[in-house]
C-alpha cells in the first residue's frame, strides 16, 4: 500500500487539526479527497498513480473535503528542535520520542504515522489514541 493509500495515516491526518490549520495550497502537495475517496497532488501530474488537479479547480484553503496529507520532509520541517540545533539532533529527539513512546505505543505502523506522531507530541502535546489526538 502506498503511503497516501494508508487509512490509518488518512484518518490521522484529518483528525490533526493543528497540522491541517497550517497548510498551505503548495504545488506538489498531496491531499486525500474525502468524497472520492482518493489522493491528488496540487499542480502536478506524477507517475505514482496520484491524479493531479490546479490551484483554480478547488480552494484548499478552508475546504474540509480535502485533507492534507504531509510527507516526512514535510513533517520533519514542521517539527522545532529543541535548542535549535541541526538535523541530526532532530534525528536523536526523534530516536529518543520513538524509544519512549513511538514504538510501544502501537498505533504507529510507517514512516509518515511515526513523523506526524512525533510532530503532535512536540509541538502540540497530543498523542494518538486510536481514533484522534487527544
Known amino acids: 500500500m502506498k503511503?497516501?493509500?494508508d487509512p490509518v495515516y488518512i484518518q490521522q491526518c484529518e483528525k490533526a487539526v493543528e497540522v491541517q490549520n497550517?497548510?498551505?495550497?503548495?504545488?506538489g502537495n498531496v491531499y486525500y479527497d474525502m468524497?472520492?475517496?482518493r489522493a491528488y497532488t496540487l499542480g502536478a501530474t506524477r507517475k505514482d498513480g496520484i491524479r493531479a488537479f490546479t490551484?483554480?479547480?478547488v480552494s484548499l484553503e478552508n475546504d474540509s473535503r480535502y485533507t492534507w496529507l504531509p510527507t516526512?520532509?514535510?513533517?520533519?520541517?514542521?517539527?522545532?528542535?529543541?535548542?535549535?540545533?541541526?538535523?541530526?539532533?532532530?534525528?536523536?529527539?526523534?530516536?529518543?520520542?520513538c524509544g519512549e513512546w513511538g514504538g510501544e505505543s502501537g498505533h504507529f505502523a510507517t514512516g509518515e504515522q511515526l513523523w506526524?506522531?512525533?510532530?503532535?507530541?512536540?509541538k502540540y502535546q497530543k498523542r494518538w489514541a486510536g481514533e484522534d489526538w487527544e
Do not use: C, N
Request: aromatic share 14%.
Open 55 to 57: 490551484p483554480l479547480q
Open 3 to 5: 503511503w497516501y493509500e
Open 35 to 37: 468524497i472520492d475517496d
Open 22 to 27: 497550517e497548510r498551505e495550497a503548495t504545488i
Open 72 to 97: 516526512q520532509s514535510q513533517l520533519q520541517a514542521m517539527v522545532e528542535v529543541r535548542g535549535g540545533l541541526g538535523v541530526w539532533d532532530l534525528f536523536k529527539q526523534f530516536g529518543d520520542w
Open 116 to 122: 506526524l506522531g512525533f510532530l503532535m507530541h512536540e
